[in-house]
């Protein structure tokens, strides 16, 4: 159905938008959003009495680090996810072998932003530096939110692809 084709495409295009302009602000407003992941790793504002506040990276090279790689896999995500809706658009009305083919670039850049905000944002931000202790750098429930809304679109564009009549 090229409707569900169609569908498909521009979620994906969605994603890549989103994860570009995440990224950009990332860019553009670095100052403010270092302060996050300075906050986070250096576990400042967990319960003062937790026993996990021996994980803290006080190290501002670290900091940079960690916020560099965030900065390049969201471009990564962005990227993908931008090839990956563009090439599935270029085959939305050849058959559903070959439509289902074009969805490769678009399944690695959504998995690899799953990855990210799953594994970078909730493992190990939220529980190994224990950010959902903090109240004021607490990312976890938008890193869920943004985790869940590409495994979503994931979800969906990995659908067997039916014939278009």
Not at 106 to 128: D, H, K, N, Q, S
């Amino acid at each position: 159905m090229l409707v569900a084709r169609v569908s498909k495409t521009a979620l994906v295009a969605a994603i890549a938008l989103y994860v570009t302009l995440v990224a950009v602000g990332n860019v553009v407003d670095y100052g403010t959003n270092y302060a996050f992941v300075q906050h986070v790793l250096m576990m400042d504002t967990i319960f003062q009495t937790s026993q996990i506040a021996g994980r803290s990276i006080n190290v501002p090279l670290v900091h940079r680090i960690a916020y560099g790689l965030i900065i390049a896999l969201e471009w990564a995500v962005a990227i993908i996810c931008w090839v990956g809706a563009v090439v599935m658009a270029l085959r939305l009305r050849r058959p559903a072998v070959v439509f289902q083919r074009a969805k490769a670039w678009a399944i690695a850049g959504l998995t690899l932003g799953v990855i990210l905000w799953a594994v970078g944002f909730l493992a190990i931000g939220g529980e190994w530096f224990g950010m959902w202790m903090s109240s004021v750098w607490n990312g976890v429930q938008p890193a869920f939110r943004i985790a869940l809304l590409i495994l979503a679109v994931l979800i969906y564009v990995s659908l067997p692809e039916p014939e278009i009549g």
